[in-house]
């Protein structure tokens, strides 16, 4: 059994170094929001990009939280100059991404990229009195496992800090009852 003592001087380390991490995770999740984006582009009927890599590609569309107007509108990818389609799929359990300023970024589509070159980014279904202007298709690479693994790293990150402050506060106050001998 620790001591009064020796409880306050654990918490005394866990709290900074909780705190750090804490810190240290939030930081690395904000800065994985924005890794990987290859094209920002306008929400058009049909536009150009071009892709430097070949590989798997996400489109997602980034507006204001609660916007509407994406219901039937399908997407396709194909190569400049040819009808050939790229691969691809919609995305049925759709990630996420909400900022402090309310903007959304939702995945929608997933290709899969043959070759790096110039593509045709094809929307069918937007509806012609909808206003498109605030809103934006993006191309990024996917995430997979990397943004839930930092949600647990934030979550224990966070419960440490929050237990080394209670046990600390606990046994700074005289709570915890040395033990006996």
């Known amino acids: 059994m620790l001591t009064r003592g020796e409880v306050m001087a654990l918490c005394g380390i866990g709290v900074p170094v909780a705190a750090a991490l804490l810190a240290w995770a939030i930081r690395s999740l904000v800065a994985l929001y924005g890794a990987g984006e290859l094209a920002v582009l306008p929400v058009r009927a049909e536009q150009t990009v071009f892709l430097s890599e070949e590989g798997e590609v996400v489109l997602a569309i980034r507006a204001r939280q609660g916007s509407r107007g994406f219901g039937g509108v399908t997407f396709a990818l194909r190569s400049a100059g040819t009808p050939v389609a790229v691969d691809g799929r919609p995305i049925v359990l759709r990630s996420r991404w909400i900022d402090l300023s309310g903007t959304a970024t939702v995945s929608l589509h997933l290709f899969s990229v043959p070759q790096p070159g110039e593509f045709v980014l094809v929307a069918k279904g937007l509806h012609a009195d909808r206003d498109y202007t605030q809103m934006r298709l993006v191309l990024k690479r996917p995430t997979g ?10 979550l224990g990150a966070a419960a440490g800090l929050i237990v080394s402050l209670v046990f600390g506060l606990l046994a700074a106050l005289g709570h915890l009852a040395d033990p006996p001998g």
């Open 145 to 154: 496992l990397a943004v839930p693994l930092h949600i647990l790293w934030v």
